[in-house]
């Protein structure tokens, strides 16, 4: 026979305000099973625990039912004091008369009688809860980073330099990721390569950082603390082991047109290339997709140049398996392009801002490569088109960002501020130039963010003209913008020179394929989901996999950095224990009732369920079950809900609990 | 041809077709007739309410369009409609009637009828390029309008309002473009497109039609255009019978013709100028189409 304790908290009078807490005690007092019933004031708060343990210990209780809050909120807690009275902590459960009842309700007497059934049933329940062991599970003290940009550079130094070891892997030839390509940096304006390049040295040099560059994610298995992740690094056609970066293979290469990603295609590099000189490592790729001696056949003149005969034209892609324990996912962002429509994408297009159909109508990243001083122009202003100074310039910004109708209702973060700086940036290197900025409104909370903007209009002489661009078009030699001042209430037209759009920010593409192989979920823009917005802003749901950077929203470098560093964090308090306990509510089969149809397998959503092959005696195989690896388990009930046969039950939400639970009403 | 492939439709040509753009509703009935189209004018129809009446009154204009609606059941097939504002109010309706049981019923009260709002309404660019197509539209060419340089202007209404189900893409659209080319025209990439030529300010504000129409013209003629093509007998109204006008006030001389885009397919279908009504258009198009060779 059960002894069940109960104890109703009147959380300050949240509870006890619309619920009648002493009349709930006593009738629940009453109820078969129950052996000791009281009220508290404060039941979380220290002796409120201490009246617990106590009644644990002197009513020699065998399991504990708390009448308080929602279990989110203190479940935690209260297994704790009962698991330290020497009860187990999964014989304790919480009945929710706030959130559920006192909060909800205003008629007291209803609420007092709703409050009692509520207790009542997980009464019911808990008397079928069993003794659960805490789960272990070794771990893999390695950890993978996906994406070389400034999250994921910062993280892989965090977590090496606790002592580490780090798997980076970037999909470019270099590390560096957009921070590489900005010109100078809000809200100081130090530029950006020099503070970027020195952290990149860093990694190419530290000791427990392994660097796959030109790699990409291919497959990802396993749990927390034991993944086993596939990287394949792409033919890069030259050994990295044997070259020396002296560069002769690209002076040498008779390709030479081909536009330049990273500076936004403004430049030309050669068919075998590094993306900027200050690459990490400082090892050419050649992109065969333009290689004479790929298409063709003929050439071979970079295999020919190079001292220390490192261009393999044979080489191939390799696959390899890394072990690691915790993944920080970095994987960054991307501008909106408006030139085209993605295919299948939610998201319109802005057709009447001419990109790509007008030449001097650039987006912000282009602008920062042509302010840039290791830029195209060497850090000249310079039109597109015909290579003159823009002495007029307009700034768009929330071009994307912020407009529902076109498929993106999110602030991008990072426009108001980078558009100010490219103002200034402006107003440093034409002189005689002006700019002109249509915004919404300027959105600039951050340290020293708002003096920064203000600076830009104040001492800088930006000209911000509150509304939005209805459209332009090129008139001549000039693009004719045409927008609204609402401050004014007038209409503007201004003849602009060259016109910079600030795009939104959105994920990386191809973000939702790799959210697929590691399991994560990601929202509708495919930006990378956090398990709590407020409390776990840096964890996934899944366990082990942690975010960094603007893959899980748009973000800046100061937010971008602090983020990864938390990510670092969280991986080092992983690590910090040889065994990783884990909450055993976890789903179990049922070996005698499966049938093998594997329903459970097909909607799980953290991978947890494998094959079991069910054998005689004499070894011959006589079914395939399934089976629930509780260290993956997340015990969300999935599968105990999709069995045909009724073969998986989740423990503490059996069947025959819910059941129980019903039936006491 | 097989049965499924006869198209017929109940047609709609609003007040202006029966007025100021008698020529709208001539090359429409011919050009329709020629390309084996049936049009059977709804019975009894009445004002659309256009642009004045939802300024004025929502339940009026709903209730305006919700009746003609309600008329053109009576008819076989889809809805044509010739005129951009008649489209475009009419859609609205379909769209907000759609959206809300409350103003649906106010509506239905009103006109003492159910609201069908499930026929499809289509503007005559739409059957051209859609339910004709633009293959067999090629077919039915008997004269390519080759040499011929038009600027398509879309004005305000044909891809508006943003939230309802219409013609085109709002901001890009290119269906005027594809039935000029299908018929062997050439069309010129040019930045008004879109823009409002003033509307009915016409009557009101003409300087403010003045100033809009002028940036049309000019627009048009910079990017060598022979001719502009309109779907609206409003923006015809103002391009064409206000050239002059707009001519004299900057000095400048245009002589663009402005045509229907039925008198254009039609041209290029074989219809003659009496069947085309261009002896009604103001700027006179017989230079320039017995200089392209044709007429």
Known sequence: ?665 | MTPKNILKYAYYPGCSLHASAGEYDLSTRELFKKLNIGLTEVPDWFCCGATPAHNVDELLSLSLCAKNLELAEQVDGDLAVACAACFSRLKTTQHVLGESDVKRKQVEKAIDAPVPLNGNVKHLLDILARDLGLERLEQAVTKPLAGLKVACYYGCLLTRPNDVPNLDCVEAPTIMEDVLKAVGAETVAWSHRLECCGANFTLSRPGVVVQLSHAILDSAKSAGADCIMVACPLCHGNLDIRQKEIEGVYSTQYAMPVFYITQLVGLAAGLGADKLGLDALIVNPMPLLKQKQLL
Not at chain 1, 95 to 113: G, K, L, Q, Y
Request: hydrophobic residues 35%.
């Open chain 1, 1 to 665: 026979m059960s002894r069940i304790g109960v104890f109703i908290c009147h959380c300050g009078e949240n509870i006890s305000r619309t619920v009648d807490v002493e009349r709930v005690a006593a009738q629940v007092g009453t109820l078969p099973g129950v052996a000791f019933s009281t009220d508290y004031k404060y039941m979380c708060s220290d002796p409120g625990q201490g009246l617990l343990k106590k009644a644990i210990q002197e009513q020699r209780l065998s399991h504990v039912v708390v009448a308080a809050c929602s279990p989110r909120m203190h479940e935690k807690t209260f297994r704790k004091a009962v698991e330290s009275a020497g009860l187990n902590p999964f014989l304790c459960e919480m009945a929710n008369i706030r959130e559920h009842c006192s909060w909800v309700h205003e008629d007291r007497d209803e609420a007092t009688a709703k409050a009692i059934e509520i207790v009542g049933m997980m009464v019911e329940r808990v008397k079928k809860n069993r003794v659960l062991p805490t789960i272990t599970v070794p771990v893999t003290k390695r950890s993978l980073v996906i994406g070389g940009g400034i999250a994921g550079i910062q993280a892989a130094l965090d977590i090496a330099d606790a002592g580490h070891e780090v798997v980076l892997v970037e999909r470019e030839p270099s590390i560096g990721g957009h921070m590489a390509q900005l010109s100078e940096t809000f809200p100081t304006l130090d530029c950006s390569q020099c503070i970027m390049t020195p952290k990149m040295v860093d990694v190419a040099n530290h000791p427990r950082i392994k660097l796959y560059t030109y790699a990409e994610i291919e497959h990802v298995e396993g749990y927390i603390g034991n993944f086993q992740v596939t990287v394949r690094k792409k033919a890069r056609s030259v050994d990295e082991d044997k070259c020396t970066g002296c560069g002769v293979c690209m002076t040498k290469c008779p390709v030479k047109k081909i536009p330049n990603k990273f500076d936004q295609n403004l430049g030309m590099r050669p068919a075998i290339y590094v993306p900027f000189p200050q690459a990490v490592p400082n090892t050419p790729v050649i992109d065969r997709e333009n290689c004479t001696k790929f298409k063709t056949g003929k050439c071979g003149v970079c295999q020919k140049v190079c001292g220390p005969g490192a261009v393999d034209y044979e080489q191939e892609d390799q696959l390899i398996v890394e072990p690691v324990g915790a993944i920080v996912v970095a994987t960054g962002f991307d501008l909106y392009s408006i030139e085209e429509k993605p295919k299948g994408s939610a998201i319109k297009g802005y057709g009447e801002f001419g990109h790509g159909k007008i030449p001097d109508v650039i987006d912000g990243m282009t602008f920062e490569r042509l302010a840039s001083a290791s830029g195209p122009t060497g850090g000249k202003i310079l039109r597109p088109s015909d290579g003159r100074e823009p002495k007029q310039i307009v700034f768009i910004q929330c071009v994307g960002s912020r407009a529902r109708e076109k498929g993106i209702s999110y602030c991008s973060k990072i426009c108001c501020m980078y558009t100010a700086k490219h103002t200034m940036l402006y107003h440093h290197k034409v002189h005689d130039g002006q700019a002109y900025v249509f915004f919404m409104d300027a959105r600039t909370p951050g340290k020293s963010y708002d003096e920064f903007w203000r600076r830009s209009i104040e001492e800088e002489e930006a000209v911000y003209i509150r509304g939005m661009v209805s459209r332009l078009y090129q008139k001549g030699n000039k693009i004719v913008v045409m927008g609204s001042d609402i401050a004014v209430g007038v209409q503007v037209e201004i003849e602009a020179d060259m016109v910079v759009l600030a795009t939104a920010v959105q994920p990386q593409k191809g973000a939702d394929t790799l959210a697929q192989k590691l399991g994560i979920s990601y929202d509708k823009y495919h930006f990378y989901s956090e398990a709590h917005a407020k409390l776990r802003p840096v964890e996934c749901a899944t366990a082990g996999i942690y975010l960094a950077g603007a893959c899980q929203g748009p973000k800046d470098i100061p937010d971008t950095v602090s983020q990864a560093s938390a990510a670092a964090a969280k991986v080092m308090t992983l690590f910090a224990k040889d065994k990783l306990e884990r909450e055993p509510i976890v789903a179990r089969v049922r070996e005698a009732g499966c049938v093998g149809c594997f329903y459970c397998q097909k909607v799980c959503p953290y991978g947890a369920v494998e094959e079991k092959e069910i054998r005689d005696r004499q070894g011959n195989l006589v079914k395939v079950v399934a089976y629930v690896n509780p260290g993956v388990c997340g015990g969300c009930g999935t599968c105990q809900a999709t069995c045909p046969s009724k073969s998986v039950e989740l423990d503490g939400y059996t069947d025959e609990q819910i059941v129980a639970m019903i039936e006491s009403l």
